[in-house]
């Protein structure tokens, strides 16, 4: 698995896009190493060209808490997760909700189309 970022600061937006095997081992230290340094407002997780999710209900929770460890000190912001695999779109689901019940400082939604979520991204 790959998973390669591109930050465009005109739209405060990070872009993480990930192929082939999703693996937590692979994920929690890009989400540690953001967090935990400089962020843009807006962030995108692409897993359209994901071939096999490995990542647990249980590991995407901890991700869930490492992002919200850090939210007080990173202001609002936006999460965007596309996916489009019925089992990590329903992870996604779910742990956006948790994110959004826990009155984060973010929003996270879910999308199954890469247009939308970069439209949404611009709604005020």
Known sequence: MAI???IAESNELTTFTATGVLTFEMVMPLVEAFYAGETTRCVLWD??????????????EKIVHLKQRYAGQKGSGKTAIVAH???????????????NLQEATYTVMIFNDL????KWFDEV
Do not use: E, W
């Open 115 to 118: 247009d939308i979520a970069y």
């Open 47 to 60: 897993f359209l060209d994901v071939t096999k999710n490995r990542i647990t209900p249980a590991q995407a």
């Open 4 to 6: 390669t970022t591109h």
């Open 85 to 99: 695999d019925n089992f990590f779109y329903g992870i996604s689901r779910s742990l956006a909700a948790q994110s």
